[in-house]
Structure formats: structure tokens, C-alpha cells
């Protein structure tokens, strides 16, 4: 009996204490409750921009299509387009970019002068 009196006083005790961080965990933002977290941004493909902006899937990109879907090609279009067919192909595009790489490589090696000998 001299423990029941003190188990009873503690229980009364310790729910208050247990009432007032329930309602706080509930109050604060769960996951459920929050807007989803933004995924990574996954950056398209060459492949899969030409394959976006190929609206009529025939392999052949226009200027009309490359400024709807492909800014960078709609940009370049003159250049990319060397044998002036009026449509690129994913291989024109690669060979642009590999010239383009080829070009900017060959701006940042220094001049090299032939040693006297």
C-alpha cells in the first residue's frame, strides 16, 4: 500500500509531461505533411533534346523545330548545318560540338615557338 500511493502520484505526474511533447511532435512539420522534397533535375541528353524537339520524328531537325525545343541548335543552325539542307541530324550536331571542343582546346594551349637550334 505505501507503493501505490507513489506509483499513482508519478503516473500523475509523468502524463502531463507525456501530453505536452505529444502535441509538439504533431505540431512540427512531418514529412507527410510537407511539400515532397524537389528531385535532382536530370539534364537531357543531346539525344533525347533532338528527340524532344523532332516533332515529326523523321530524324531530320528544321530551324522551326530547334527554336521550339532545342535553343542551342536554333542558335547554331548556320553552322551546324554545313551541307545547307535546311534540317540537321544528331551526327551534324555531334560533329559541331566535337569542332566546337577541338576549337576551344586549341584557344587555351599556349603558342608554342620552335626552339633555336
Known amino acids: 500500500m505505501r507503493l501505490v500511493l ?8 509523468a502524463a502531463p509531461a507525456y501530453a505536452q511533447t505529444t502535441p ?5 512539420p512531418s514529412a507527410s505533411s510537407q511539400a515532397p522534397a524537389p ?12 528527340a524532344k524537339a523532332n516533332t515529326t520524328n ?4 528544321t530551324l522551326e523545330q530547334a527554336k521550339a525545343g532545342y535553343p ?7 553552322e551546324i548545318d554545313a551541307a545547307k539542307n535546311g534540317y ?11 569542332a ?11 603558342a608554342t615557338t620552335p626552339a633555336k637550334g
Open 6 to 13: 507513489p506509483l499513482a502520484a508519478l503516473v500523475l505526474l
Open 24 to 28: 509538439q511532435a504533431a505540431a512540427s
Open 39 to 50: 528531385t535532382p533535375h536530370h539534364r537531357l541528353s543531346m539525344g533525347e533534346r533532338f
Open 58 to 61: 523523321d530524324g531530320h531537325l
Open 72 to 78: 542551342t541548335v536554333a542558335r547554331h543552325f548556320t
Open 88 to 98: 540537321v541530324t544528331e551526327d551534324d550536331i555531334r560533329a559541331w560540338e566535337k
Open 100 to 110: 566546337e571542343r577541338d576549337r576551344r582546346h586549341e584557344a587555351q594551349q599556349p
